[in-house]
């Protein structure tokens, strides 16, 4: 699709969630990340929501949209997706997952902290 050929990546979407064999949530999840690494965050934003909306209990997945969230600039939104994100990965016993949640949250807050001017509005 960043290529260009929009046709082509559709066929590979398609390939990649029959391979997923129906797990859609994950399938959205993966694609949602995929989409954020291209920079092309409002449709990794779309699929991340898409994911929590089929499993709500998806640690990975409130990571990932508060990445997405925090490139676009929506801090507090952000900030509530890896509270979200810790809080899942501490109920599934992730403790791998609790603490990058933790780290980026510090580590937005931080750069918050330090740069009131791109702290958002209320």
Same mark, same amino acid.
């Given at each position: 699709?960043?290529?260009?050929?929009?046709?082509?990546?559709?066929?590979?979407?398609?390939?990649?969630?029959?391979?997923?064999?129906?797990?859609?949530?994950? &399938?959205?999840?993966?694609?949602?990340?995929? &989409?954020?690494?291209?920079?092309?965050?409002?449709?990794?934003?779309?699929?991340?929501?898409?994911?929590?909306?089929?499993?709500?209990?998806?640690?990975?997945?409130?990571? +990932?949209?508060?990445?997405? +969230?925090?490139?676009?600039?929506? &801090?507090?939104?952000?900030?509530?997706?890896?509270?979200?994100?810790?809080?899942?990965?501490?109920?599934?016993? #992730?403790?791998? +997952?609790?603490?990058?949640?933790?780290?980026?949250?510090? #580590? +937005?807050?931080?750069?918050?902290?330090?740069?009131?001017?791109?702290?958002?509005?209320?």
């Amino acid at each position: 699709d960043v290529q260009g050929d929009p046709a082509s990546a559709e066929q590979a979407w398609q390939r990649a969630r029959e391979l997923m064999q129906g797990a859609e949530a994950p &399938f959205l999840t993966e694609r949602g990340l995929a &989409f954020l690494r291209v920079q092309q965050p409002d449709r990794a934003i779309s699929d991340l929501e898409a994911a929590i909306a089929l499993d709500p209990t998806s640690a990975r997945a409130q990571l +990932l949209l508060g990445s997405t +969230l925090e490139v676009v600039g929506r &801090f507090q939104e952000a900030i509530a997706a890896y509270e979200q994100a810790a809080t899942l990965a501490q109920a599934a016993g #992730n403790a791998e +997952l609790v603490a990058t949640a933790r780290v980026q949250m510090a #580590n +937005l807050l931080q750069r918050l902290q330090a740069s009131p001017a791109t702290a958002p509005q209320p």
